[in-house]
């Protein structure tokens, strides 16, 4: 999902971190993001004008982000995240074309790979598997009030929202902000705008599982 708000200076060295690196596979093989941004564009038929004036970035600087003759800072995956209508996290996950069968990995407490933002703290869960349906994880919400946010996080597929401690308040962007406790729950449309914050003294801790299209 893209994240509103500016990235706190930890989150931001990670996801530059994965940029230049790539996210490991089940097979010890990185993750090729020229290749992924590559083959999310071509998905979509654009060419790399139609795709940069998408993103809001060069031509040029999208060809070498697809090449790999450049590491995108954080507002170019950013903008990378938003104009494919898609998470940042998911700029560094495999596509999955085939069932994958009899696999498992536990995510003990608190070794989650974290990634933080001005609003939340993620922490990405079963980050080993590859070609997963669902991207799970853990968030604490700092956000207390919508002027927090730049906008409307929104993307594809659709997400499920399971309060774990705090109180908090789900702004979406057709229905009334609803009120959610722990054990509460919410299902929903993740291409509808949608925003959480805390309403409780404490940051509140929720469970994300987005689907992936």
Known sequence: MPYAGRMTERGEEKLLRLARQGTPEVSGEPLDLGQRVRDLRKARKWTLEQAAKQAGLAR??????????????YEALKKLAVGLDISVPQLFTAPSNAQ????????????GQEVATSTYEHELLAQSLTKKAMLPYRARIRARSMEEFDGWVRHDGEEFLYVL?????????????????????????????????????EDATILWVTSRP
Not at 60 to 73: A, D, H, R, V
Not at 182 to 193: L, N, T
């Open 100 to 111: 994958v069968n009899g696999r498992m990995v536990v995510t003990p407490l608190g070794q």
């Open 165 to 201: 401690t705090g109180v908090i308040r789900l702004y979406t962007e057709f229905y009334e902000p609803a009120e959610m406790r722990r054990g509460d729950s919410a299902y929903y449309d993740a291409s509808m705008g949608h925003n959480v914050v805390t309403i409780s003294d």
């Open 60 to 73: 040029s600087t999208l060809s070498k982000i697809e090449n790999g003759q450049m590491s995108p800072t």
